[in-house]
């Protein structure tokens, strides 16, 4: 992937692994435990985006929506120190796990906030503020867009890490993207080193504001996408 780790990014990567299978034994963070699989499908997975998608920056200002146990987040932050990434999920005890991990870690410009993205995204400090918007295994596109697109600044992208059917998608979501301010759409297919497991990344440009209206309010776009 031509990503150079340094022995202090290993390092990190090996204290998030045992910090993540412990907590994982009281509270569900993750299926996958084994550290070869942890390091592929979790660690490699996340920051193969960086190798993948010409519009990746590290050094933007990131938002992960729906972290979880802080996938691809925590990655991106320890491979690419100088990201400022905030981290976002909606349930309190994984953002309470996610700052053990970081302050352990000592990460700097990384924050997490415990918040559904409906309304975390009205939020003037948080609406219109990010350069990139990542989000991994999270909903269907015509649902994330909603979720997503009203997070970023103009011209700032939406990464969203999706199977391979990826282009289905994409024309299901056309409408809600136009909606939401989402312009110009490309799809990159990766394959990750080593194996047969293929990811798509679909990346949508932000090109005007989200109008006010949304996101609409906590389970209307699940129920009623765009």
């Known amino acids: 992937m031509n990503i150079k780790l340094t022995p202090e990014m290993l390092s990190a990567f090996d204290s998030y692994y045992h910090m993540l299978v412990e907590k994982n034994k009281v509270m569900n963070l993750t299926a996958i435990t084994e550290k070869d699989e942890v390091i592929l499908k979790h660690f490699v997975d996340s920051i193969s985006v960086a190798a993948a998608v010409p519009e990746f920056s590290k050094k933007a200002k990131i938002l992960d929506v729906g972290t979880g146990a802080g996938f691809p987040g925590i990655p991106l932050k320890i491979t690419f120190p100088d990201t400022n990434v905030t981290l976002l999920d909606s349930l309190n005890k994984r953002v309470l796990f ?31 503020r990010f350069e990139i918007v990542v989000s991994r295994a999270v909903a269907a596109l015509p649902v994330l867009a909603e979720y997503t697109l009203p997070f970023l600044k103009e011209g700032g992208y939406l990464i969203c890490y999706k199977t391979p059917e990826a282009e289905k998608e994409l024309e299901e979501a056309a409408h809600a993207i136009s909606v939401l301010g989402g312009g110009k759409s490309s799809i990159y297919e990766y394959t990750l080193p080593g194996t047969d497991i293929t990811r798509s990344f679909i990346v949508i440009k932000k090109i005007k504001a989200t109008p006010k209206a949304y996101p609409r309010k906590a389970g209307t776009a699940k129920k009623n996408p765009l």
């Open 98 to 128: 996610l700052q053990e991990v970081t302050d352990s870690l000592g990460l700097k410009k990384i924050t997490a906030i415990h918040d559904r993205a409906e309304d975390a995204a009205r939020k003037p400090e948080l609406r219109g």
